[in-house]
């Protein structure tokens, strides 16, 4: 078994797909993951996060999502699932962009008890940089990536040689006084009604920043409006390559199963 994070080939103990699922503010989506193609085995599933996003709250609504593949993956199989929060040894550390019941709160073992089944639970746009890095556009990519997804907030994932190194929160760093994601991130465009013309100087800023402090050897951009890269990427002036992630939504479901698998 090789190490998480990893680009390498991975033979895995079943050939049966691997439930990933991926906890956003606005909506809780899942679906079995072939890890052979690296892709969605079915269609997403997807139901609305609730109001109050309390740990116990997900945690039903993560149930009725896997309840709806029941008869897709095998019932002691283990369950990837994605938090927008820094998670270590199973506990969530931060909560900027859910509920505050979420810090310091034992969610692992709390949705693996709701499940019934092995979880592996890790940050959002972690989960999303594993899976560019071993089915997408990092793929095979020497030196340092950093892979950042573009939302209600920016999330990051750091890779070096294709190894994960977990819970980066550059999308939290300070800009001109200012949290970056409170300028830069793509919540913030919908919510200014930013065109992407001139949304694409604040993006410019943010990666300028992050480049001159990392000097990465490629940047990825995930995050829905990944979807129309072609309208801002260009627009951007940097030294490191950018391009955007393969996978886009769908990247953190096969992230965390990919991983899940990992540590099963």
């Avoid at 190490?3 to 049966?16: C, D, I, N, W, Y």
């Avoid at 890790?122 to 990536?145: H, P, R, T």
């Avoid at 030294?239 to 965390?256: C, E, S, W």
Wanted: aromatic content about 6%; hydrophobic content about 40%; glycine content about 10%.
């Amino acid at each position: 078994m090789t190490e998480p994070g990893r680009g390498a080939t991975v033979t895995l103990m079943k050939t049966r797909p691997i439930l990933g699922i991926d906890i956003g503010g606005s909506g809780i989506k899942g679906a079995p993951v072939d890890l052979t193609a690296g892709e969605l085995a079915t269609d997403r599933f997807k139901l609305l996060t609730p109001s109050k996003s309390t740990p116990k709250n997900v945690a039903k609504v993560v149930a009725e999502v896997v309840d709806h593949f029941t008869d897709q993956v095998d019932a002691d199989a283990p369950i990837g699932i994605t938090v927008p929060a820094v998670v270590t040894h199973g506990v969530t550390r931060t909560a900027a962009n859910i509920d505050p019941e979420w810090l310091d709160c034992e969610a692992e073992k709390l949705l693996a008890d709701k499940l019934g089944r092995p979880v592996h639970l890790l940050n959002d746009a972690d989960a999303a940089g594993v899976c560019e890095a071993q089915f997408g556009a990092a793929q095979n990519q020497s030196g340092l990536v950093i892979v950042t997804t573009l939302g209600t907030g920016i999330g990051t994932a750091l890779l070096h040689n294709g190894v994960l190194i977990p819970n980066s929160e550059f999308g939290h760093i300070e800009i001109d006084g200012k949290d970056a994601e409170t300028v830069a991130s793509s919540g913030v465009r919908d919510k200014k009604g930013l065109s992407y013309k001139e949304w694409a100087p604040r993006l410019q800023k943010y990666y300028s920043t992050i480049e001159a402090l990392f000097w990465p050897e490629l940047f990825v951009v995930g995050g829905g409006v990944s979807r129309d890269s072609d309208k801002f990427l260009p627009r951007l002036d940097l030294r490191t390559p950018i391009v955007p992630a393969k996978h886009r939504n769908n990247a953190g479901i096969i992230g965390a199963a990919w991983l899940a698998a990992q540590t099963a």
